[in-house]
């Protein structure tokens, strides 16, 4: 039997949109995305993100004035209740999406622990 793996995921990703978890992140980012202000400075903060990761990965270490800049954009963010809420809900939908891909690598943990007995 041959089976197409990608269905599956593509039928699991439109149940996905159907659950409260995806739901109330979407509503977070929509109404995220419709505060010019809120928008702008999570925009800024996603990049401050990327910059960073970039940065450690490289094992490169910032600038002075570039972590004045970004704790400042921290502390804004941490003062915005929309995107406080969609970081929330982002954590929330994200905890699901682990536990879905526990339940998908199953037989993979389950191989390696019996082969470890």
Do not use: C, R
Not at 20 to 48: H, P, R
Not at 52 to 65: E, G, H, L
Not at 82 to 106: C, F, H, P, R, Y
């Amino acid at each position: 039997m041959t089976v197409n793996i990608y269905d599956n995921a593509n039928q699991m990703a439109e149940v996905l949109k159907q659950t409260e978890q995806y739901e109330a992140w979407q509503k977070a980012f929509d109404a995220v995305q419709g505060d010019a202000e809120a928008k702008d400075l999570f925009k800024q903060f996603q990049e401050i993100q990327m910059t960073v990761q970039k940065m450690m990965q490289s094992q490169q270490k910032p600038a002075p004035d570039q972590e004045k800049e970004w704790d400042a954009v921290a502390q804004k963010v941490q003062s915005n209740d929309l995107i406080k809420n969609l970081m929330a809900s982002e954590q929330i939908l994200n905890n699901l999406l682990g536990e879905l891909n526990d339940l998908v690598t199953k037989p993979i943990s389950e191989a390696y622990a019996s082969a470890n007995k």
